[in-house]
């Protein structure tokens, strides 16, 4: 038995839309007045009524077209072209840092070790200063 789905089965779309969508058939199921059951069986079945088709892809902010057309090569056609136009625009190359984030990590670690070395020196003025008046009584 073959685990490919048949390129017309609208509801292994519309699961996968859903996942895509990240919500969950419960989720589904509350905003279409329905039990997720019901959701469980449209998403097992081939075909499902135009009406509730359409309450589907409301809930799931996408059209009817959509689902309908609905492929998971096109989504990954979809997104790798995405991520070129991304990684090829003036916003893409953020992969580059304009800095070593390491040198930054011990620049912070020597102001800081210079801040700590300051408050501890005006501690031990503190001291010397409390011991002398101790001192003077």
Same mark, same amino acid.
């Given at each position: 038995?073959?685990?490919?789905?048949?390129?017309?089965?609208?509801?292994?779309? /519309?699961?996968? /839309?859903?996942?895509?969508?990240?919500?969950?058939?419960?989720?589904?199921?509350?905003?279409?007045? /329905?039990?997720?059951?019901?959701?469980?069986?449209?998403?097992?079945?081939?075909? /499902?009524?135009?009406?509730?088709?359409?309450?589907?892809?409301?809930?799931?902010? !996408?059209? !009817?077209?959509?689902?309908?057309? *609905?492929?998971?090569?096109?989504?990954?056609?979809?997104?790798?072209?995405?991520?070129?136009?991304?990684?090829?625009?003036? *916003?893409?190359?953020?992969?580059?840092?304009? *800095?070593?984030?390491?040198?930054?990590?011990?620049?912070? *670690?020597?102001?800081?070790?210079?801040?700590?070395?300051?408050?501890?020196?005006?501690?031990?003025?503190?001291?010397?200063?409390?011991?002398?008046?101790?001192?003077?009584?």
């Amino acid at each position: 038995m073959s685990t490919l789905t048949k390129p017309n089965h609208i509801g292994r779309k /519309i699961s996968r /839309i859903r996942e895509l969508r990240d919500m969950k058939q419960e989720a589904l199921a509350q905003a279409l007045g /329905i039990s997720q059951q019901t959701i469980s069986a449209i998403e097992n079945s081939e075909t /499902i009524e135009e009406e509730r088709l359409v309450e589907v892809a409301k809930a799931l902010g !996408v059209t !009817v077209e959509a689902i309908k057309n *609905f492929s998971e090569e096109s989504m990954i056609n979809y997104f790798n072209s995405f991520n070129e136009a991304v990684n090829n625009s003036h *916003f893409g190359n953020n992969n580059n840092c304009t *800095f070593n984030p390491l040198d930054k990590l011990v620049e912070s *670690f020597e102001e800081n070790k210079k801040l700590y070395e300051r408050l501890l020196q005006s501690e031990k003025d503190k001291i010397e200063y409390l011991e002398k008046l101790l001192k003077g009584k």
